[in-house]
Nanobody
Framework: QVQLVESGGGVVQAGGSLRLSCAVS????????MAWFRQAPGKEREAVATISRDGSITSYADSVKGRFTISRDDAKNTVYLQMNSLEPEDTAVYYCKATPIAGNVYWGQGTQVTVSS
């Protein structure tokens, strides 16, 4: 059974930084394309950043380009989201998603990020 556990969320002032982690267990991380999503109250879940299985390709939502960085450490079976220059609009629950070439997609339970103005 594959499990994803996010951590690193919290409350931070605008302009501050946080680093989210997503620890994957049950199968090697190399098998998955990984992504971070977020969902703010009353809004749909949206993709924030993605990273390919080999880490060579990344993509970002326009709203976070230049501020957020996604990375992966396959030796630690962990994916990260470094978030800098945080804005109140970044307040949301952040979710980690694992997508294999074939088979089930997995989601974590989410971690709350709150940015105060």
């Amino acid at each position: 059974q594959v499990q994803l556990v996010e951590s690193g969320g919290g409350v931070v002032q605008a302009g501050g930084s946080l680093r989210l982690s997503c620890a994957v267990s049950g199968r090697a991380l190399i098998n998955y394309n990984m992504a971070w999503f977020r969902q703010a109250p009353g809004k749909e879940r949206e993709a924030v950043a993605t990273i390919s299985r080999d880490g060579s390709i990344t993509s970002y939502a326009d709203s976070v380009k230049g501020r957020f960085t996604i990375s992966r450490d396959d030796a630690k079976n962990t994916v990260y989201l470094q978030m800098n220059s945080l804005e109140p609009e970044d307040t949301a629950v952040y979710y980690c998603k694992a997508t294999p070439i074939a088979g089930n997609v997995y989601w974590g339970q989410g971690t709350q990020v709150t940015v105060s103005s």
